[in-house]
């Protein structure tokens, strides 16, 4: 796949730099690597991100991959650097990079503001990956003052790194992330930090649940202050209703009523099974667009192989798949993720040609 | 490997019963199945966890794995029904378990109450896998009138299906899950249950911290609530103190004083980076035993068959597959996850075959 985004500059090798540094260089793009850190624009370089920049470069598209507090500064320098360019960054706040650029008295119309919602809870151009960008969400953040054709490279951008492309306000943005992944940050910090204090023999009884929801806590503070101050009102608009929440759940709990405590557990527990429903496809448990089939398969080689070439035969496109496979069971499970339309006919070709489907 | 465990009788069939019944069966146990839902057991007998129950059955261990609310009574019933036969339960809380044991009058010299740290937030039998306890903490209470023969027998009924047994008190246990699981539970609901009034734009740029923290959000609310009202002091203490940290957190950004807002965020992060360090062995990813290798593949049909089929050529046995695929992206991503040792080989072969290796 070759794309016509040209030159692309990219400042910072940090963990989202060094990945877009990987996806492009992988399309044929050139790439070139700055920042203030040599160390990581060596490393980024070895790993096949770029190449170093040099006078001559003229980019096309400066992608901007600096923590959020400097993120602002580093954009209206470069647009000044490169006046011909599009400016784009990738800060997990958006609203206070645009203020600070009009103050800046940026050329707005050069500038579009990005989001990839790709990360990790380990930074820097170590664990930069390739693939980091593929399936997930890019919002992008036009005004009125940016040039259509500034927007289109910025999408093209994201589109070329096989992210999905969003176009949403900066404010609007910022307020959703500030649901969807600054309280949860803060919310996965204070349950983490409750295990501080506690004995290693209660640690150790520690299952997945606990691993799951304090994975995000091992992030990087300096980098979540940076982002929690930029977004600080919206914030603690989402932490004080969560608070409220939390505070019934402990009242009813020490109500010293049975029925009062079991009334308001089973309402913060059901509905939180209503939450989780609408987080949108891939990656969680629940797949609500998507109809599940599973079929059992026996565990010999070429069974999985010999099912995925009949579901194609059959002609039914698969949206996802997840093989569960015990090492000591004598059957594998297959979920397979059709949409709904296509449920039906799959269940009765599959039942036809002799497969067992569960449930 | 064979072991001296003699018949095992399992009562109830869902997640955890099914799972035991799958991984006795496959070392050779003779193992019968009981349930107050038929068709839970037709499920499991087929897909290989045990016989059906029969007259004639002489249990020398009997494995009650029924909602928490429920296993006190049929404990009591199996001691009585099966006079020489040790019993234990799987609940997971311990101490009221015990308490109600008591006060029914059962035999406590032939009970051990136990509580294998593993599970999903699927139940079930169609759930039940084989490999769930390996690797995972089984959680033994003997009391001071507990035979030391039935505690034994229960520790090589852990050891036999690959868990790693932990002696602790019913009261200590229920202060411990209290902190590593029946919090993390309703924080996870808590957090999930924000999203019930969000837009669908909003909640689209949700990321992998949002599904992780959330996934436990999904569990069960009735299996849930028994557990919660089981423990709820223990769970009230632990949510109590959790509440006053948020509330720290809330009050210091609302007072409007930007170095006190950063203080305590800070705190907060890092507070949350020392306690998640404190959890032992694995972060995040669930599967660390085997070696994951992330394979990009065309958006076409017959791909990813053509992948496995290749895999299987290779030969090179799939401990699990996942597939990741976004519909709006050009780029499948196929996670393959095999043993170590057979890492190297299997990247080199499908390289050599012309496949893309991401990362």
């Not at 060094?18 to 060596?42: E, M, R």
């Not at 990079?97 to 940026?106: K, P, R, S, T, W």
């Not at 989001?115 to 997930?136: K, N, Q, S, T, Y």
């Not at 803060?186 to 649940?209: C, E, F, K, T, W």
Request: glycine fraction near 8%; aromatic fraction near 2%; hydrophobic fraction near 45%.
């Amino acid at each position: 796949m070759t794309t016509n985004l040209g030159t692309v500059r990219i400042v910072g090798a940090g963990l989202l730099g060094t990945s877009l540094g990987l996806a492009l260089s992988k399309l044929g793009v050139d790439v070139v690597l700055t920042s203030h850190s040599q160390k990581s624009i060596d490393l980024a370089i070895e790993y096949g991100a770029g190449r170093a920049a040099a006078e001559s470069d003229n980019p096309n598209l400066v992608v901007v991959c600096v923590p959020p507090a400097k993120t602002a500064q580093i954009v209206a320098a470069e647009l000044v650097a490169f006046p011909s360019a599009v400016v784009t960054d990738v800060a997990s706040v958006k609203n206070s990079v645009l203020e600070d650029l009009a103050e800046l008295g940026a050329d707005l119309s050069r500038y579009v503001g990005s989001h990839p919602m790709a990360g990790r809870e380990r930074g820097g151009a170590i664990a930069g990956r390739a693939d980091l960008f593929v399936g997930r969400p890019w919002v992008i953040c036009s005004t009125s003052k940016t040039t259509p054709e500034a927007t289109k490279l910025v999408e093209s951008l994201a589109q070329a790194v096989g992210a999905a492309t969003v176009a949403v306000e900066a404010s609007e943005h910022d307020r959703a992330v500030a649901l969807v992944s600054h309280v949860p940050q803060l919310v996965s910090s204070l349950l983490a930090a409750r295990l501080v204090a506690a004995r290693p023999s209660d640690i150790a009884l520690a299952g997945q649940g606990l691993r799951d929801t304090t994975r995000i806590a091992a992030s990087d503070p300096n980098l979540w202050l940076q982002i929690l101050e930029a977004n600080s009102s919206e914030v603690l608009a989402v932490l004080k209703a969560f608070e409220v929440d939390l505070h019934s759940l402990v009242a009813a709990i020490e109500s010293g009523s049975a029925q009062t405590a079991s009334a308001q557990i089973v309402k913060v527990l059901e509905t939180g099974n209503l939450g989780v429903e609408r987080i949108p496809g891939k990656h969680g448990t629940k797949h609500t667009e998507y109809s599940q089939i599973v079929v059992m398969i026996d565990d010999k080689p070429g069974e999985l192989a010999r099912l995925l070439t009949e579901v194609g035969q059959i002609g039914v496109n698969l949206e996802e798949l997840k093989l569960e496979h015990s090492p000591s069971a004598q059957i594998g499970l297959v979920e397979l993720y059709v949409v709904p339309e296509a449920e039906q006919k799959l269940i009765d070709d599959l039942v036809a040609r002799g497969w067992r489907i569960a449930g």
